[in-house]
T-cell receptor, first 111, second 113 residues
Framework: QKEVEQNSGPLSVPEGAIASLNCTYS??????FFWYRQYSGKSPELIMF????GDKEDGRFTAQLNKASQYVSLLIRDSQPSDSATYLC???????????FGTGTQLKVEL | DAGVIQSPRHEVTEMGQEVTLRCKPI?????LFWYRQTMMRGLELLIY????????DSGMPEDRFSAKMPNASFSTLKIQPSEPRDSAVYFC???????????FGQGTRLTVV
């Protein structure tokens, strides 16, 4: 079982819609959870982090964490073509300081 | 701060040659990570350092790979000898505290022919 799993996509949504990206992790002791955005040919950019169960909102982005079910999600409201990118989920596993990434979900926002 | 700085940005080398990738982390960051990204395997952690000390190198694929961090502002990743399957984008990232996430450099695109 991979430590961090994501659907590779692509996930296509129309402009203005809500994009929902999901991630599951295997280590129940995981403590910190991150979402990165990576444009083609560029480096990953940190956009959200969450530590506690529930929702965390930042502008059009909402991160959701459910530790009991071991999943993290990212919602992007009012999706724009500029949101088209690969979104990487990252987890700091319990008991260590290793930052492990999923393989990413490609998001396409269509006009 | 200029962010994490990597050099070179692109490297093309012949199989069997030695390759050295360089990284300057963000000043004050205690953690430094080396990742490799390929289409097939995604972003893989190769090794990370805390306060210049290697903590976990379990992701280093073979003895051909080695990494050093002689001081808080510089790290190298060396591949000797290089092979075509080493072709990938290599990222360096640094972090003050993992609770705040890690910040990536622009990467080095390595092509071994």
């Amino acid at each position: 079982q991979k430590e961090v799993e994501q659907n590779s996509g692509p996930l296509s949504v129309p402009e203005g819609a809500i994009a929902s990206l999901n991630c599951t992790y295997s280590d129940r002791g995981s403590q910190s959870f991150f979402w990165y955005r990576q444009y083609s040919g560029k480096s990953p950019e940190l956009i959200m982090f969450i530590y506690s169960n529930g929702d965390k909102e930042d502008g059009r982005f909402t991160a959701q964490l459910n530790k009991a079910s071991q999943y993290v999600s990212l919602l992007i409201r009012d999706s724009q073509p500029s949101d088209s990118a690969t979104y990487l989920c990252a987890v700091v596993a319990g008991g260590g300081n290793k930052l492990t990434f999923g393989t990413g979900t490609q998001l396409k926002v269509e006009l | 701060d200029a962010g994490v700085i990597q050099s070179p940005r692109h490297e093309v080398t012949e199989m069997g040659q030695e390759v050295t990738l360089r990284c300057k982390p963000i000043s004050g960051h205690d953690y430094l990570f080396w990742y490799r990204q390929t289409m097939m395997r995604g972003l893989e952690l190769l090794i990370y350092f805390n306060n210049n000390v290697p903590i976990d190198d379990s992701g280093m694929p073979e003895d051909r790979f080695s990494a050093k961090m002689p001081n808080a502002s510089f790290s190298t990743l060396k591949i000797q000898p290089s092979e075509p399957r080493d072709s990938a984008v290599y990222f360096c990232a640094s972090s003050f505290s993992l609770a705040g996430g890690a910040f990536f450099g622009q990467g080095t695109r390595l092509t071994v022919v």
